[in-house]
């Protein structure tokens, strides 16, 4: 589950690196309307391979970000952030 703060600590590197809303949302390639409502909190739900893509176009460690403890795995116990370097040939 991602914690409630995902939303600040999004804004609070957006702020950090000059970037507007819709200038992350470009380099993420999620909708603008999706970055306001994740930093409103007013989207709770968020699915671990949009949160992925947040972490990864900020530079960040999902884990972190999504205010998960050290050492969270999948299932199968790969990492999170494994699993979406598979996927999105990173």
């Known amino acids: 589950m991602i914690d409630g703060k995902l939303g600040e600590r999004l ?12 200038e992350f949302a470009k380099r993420s390639t999620l909708n603008a309307s999706t970055i306001t409502q994740i930093e409103n909190s007013k989207h709770f739900h ?8 947040i972490a990864h176009t900020m530079g960040a460690d999902v884990n972190e970000l999504a ?10 116990g790969e990492s999170p952030m494994a699993r979406y370097r598979k996927t999105k040939k990173v």
């Not at 968020?46 to 893509?53: C, E, M």
């Not at 205010?67 to 199968?76: A, H, K, R």
Request: glycine share 10%.
């Open 67 to 76: 205010g998960f403890s050290p050492g969270v795995t999948l299932d199968n």
């Open 46 to 53: 968020i699915r671990i391979d949009t949160a992925l893509n």
């Open 11 to 22: 804004r609070a590197w957006r702020h950090e690196n000059g970037l507007t809303i819709k």
